[in-house]
């Protein structure tokens, strides 16, 4: 599965793709009369369902429905189906991401940020059984300004103009977590994963 974020329509062409995709969605709380969903059913290699959820924050992000307001919701939803949830909580603010994965803790596996691009050092799993970690870090170039060449992001940061961003090269990281459950969805470690690959 893929998920989505503050850039899902940076190329509007991905529309029809995402009203037809079950692998990439989009945020949950994005407006209902845009294409594509925020929840898909993927099976894993024992064959259990696992429910994918992606939601997008509300702080320092445009974000057209609040994720508190229906994050209940669409875990509701994939309850129906499976006790194994995942939710991406794509947001800036760690109180955000904190106060999200605090409220489902104990409905679904795990709630794993992302967009900032940083590993936070914060895998754990909740006292309901909840796996979380604050953001899961960016799989890319780290010898870089959140995988942007580091001289043309202090341009712009230093300019206040429109340079055009290319990618770096440098110290290429795969970056995550692992999280195990039970059949019952509920987590049993979370721990952060950190590989060089070049
Ligand atoms: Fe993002």
């Known amino acids: 599965m893929i998920t989505l974020g503050n850039h899902?329509?940076?190329?509007?062409?991905?529309?029809?793709?995402?009203?037809?995709?079950?692998?990439v969605i989009r945020p949950a709380n994005f407006s209902a009369h845009a294409p594509g969903r925020g929840l898909a059913f993927v099976s894993a290699p024992d064959g259990a369902d696992v429910a994918v959820i992606n939601l997008q924050g509300a702080l320092f992000?445009?974000?057209?429905?609040?994720?508190?307001?229906?994050?209940?919701q669409v875990v509701d939803d994939?309850?129906?189906?499976?006790?194994v949830i995942v939710v991406d909580i794509h947001a800036e603010a760690t109180s955000e991401k904190v106060a999200l994965?605090?409220?489902?803790?104990?409905?679904?596996t795990a709630v794993i940020?992302?967009?900032?691009?940083v590993q936070t050092n914060d895998a754990r799993v909740q006292p309901g059984?909840?796996?979380?970690?604050?953001?899961?870090?960016m799989t890319g170039p780290h010898d870089s300004v959140i995988g942007v060449q580091a001289?043309?992001?202090?341009?712009?940061?230093?300019?206040?103009?429109?340079?055009?961003?290319?990618?770096a090269e440098g110290d290429v990281r795969i970056e995550g977590v692992l999280i195990e459950c039970g059949t019952d969805g509920r987590a049993t470690s979370c721990e952060t994963v950190r590989v060089s690959v070049a």
């Open 8 to 23: 899902t329509w940076r190329r509007g062409e991905i529309a029809p793709y995402l009203q037809e995709s079950e692998r």
């Open 78 to 83: 994939a309850r129906r189906r499976t006790p």
């Open 61 to 72: 992000l445009d974000t057209q429905i609040h994720p508190f307001e229906i994050a209940e």
């Open 113 to 117: 940020g992302t967009h900032t691009h």
């Open 129 to 137: 059984g909840t796996a979380a970690i604050t953001d899961a870090g």
């Open 101 to 108: 994965a605090r409220m489902l803790d104990g409905n679904v």
């Open 151 to 167: 001289g043309h992001a202090i341009r712009r940061m230093r300019t206040g103009m429109p340079i055009r961003f290319e990618v």
